[in-house]
T-cell receptor, first 109, second 114 residues
């Protein structure tokens, strides 16, 4: 199946700083998703972005499908951004979504 | 509030015991999923149901069975629990099988097998 790799595995930011999280995938995808898992364990959809660029407030994401990677940008980080960010991908020939191992983000005041 | 409801939230089992994790969604979604989350491993798909009446194995199905009881409910059963099944289990649902955009997750079940 498709392989999904995320980097960096851990990230510590000062509040107000910007960051970029990366997701590489091993095959062409028709489905690429970013999730945030908050410190209480709840998983929340952030973006559905198999290609192109989307923005939602301080967060934006870009997927370059031809080069098999996606980036999640967090600007002016806040402590509430802390948690684990997961990338998940699916390819046309597979009937399932595969998750990466996540980037653990800690934003300190 | 609309969403995915999982029960129980916490459970401790002894090796060899059985139990069923319950999941229900009220969003009229067609597809439902069971994932397990282990430290450093991300989320791994156990079983999924593309639509009512169908179920298929995911990445790590051994030791589990599922039942799609109706469109709303998708249960996960451990017939003979093993310590390796200690994990956090998440149920999710979506409008269609590969609509990750439509994924809504439950709050999880933390299972410990001793």
């Amino acid at each position: 199946g498709i392989q999904v790799e995320q980097s960096p595995p851990d990230l510590i930011l000062q509040e107000g700083a910007n960051s970029t999280l990366r997701c590489n995938f091993s095959d062409s995808v028709n489905n690429l998703q970013w999730f945030h898992q908050n410190p209480w364990g709840q998983l929340i959809n952030l973006f559905y972005i198999p290609s192109g660029t989307k923005q939602n407030g301080r967060l934006s994401a870009t997927t370059v499908a031809t080069e098999r990677y996606s980036l999640l940008y967090i600007s002016s980080s806040q402590t509430t951004d802390s948690g684990v960010y997961f990338c998940a991908a699916a390819s046309g020939g597979y009937q399932k979504v595969t998750f990466g191992t996540g980037t653990k983000l800690q934003v300190i005041p | 509030n609309a969403g995915v409801t999982q029960t129980p939230k916490f459970q401790v089992l002894k090796t060899g015991q059985s139990m069923t994790l319950q999941c229900a969604q009220d969003m009229n979604h067609n597809s439902m999923y069971w994932y397990r989350q282990d430290p450093g491993m991300g989320l791994r798909l156990i079983y999924y149901s593309a639509s009512e009446g169908t179920t298929d194995k995911g990445e790590v199905p051994n030791g589990y069975n599922v039942s799609r009881l109706n469109k709303r409910e998708f249960s996960l059963r451990l017939e003979s629990a093993a310590p390796s099944q200690t994990s956090v289990y998440f149920c999710a649902s979506s409008e269609a099988l590969q609509q990750a955009y439509g994924y809504t997750f439950g709050s999880g079940t933390r299972l410990t097998v001793v």
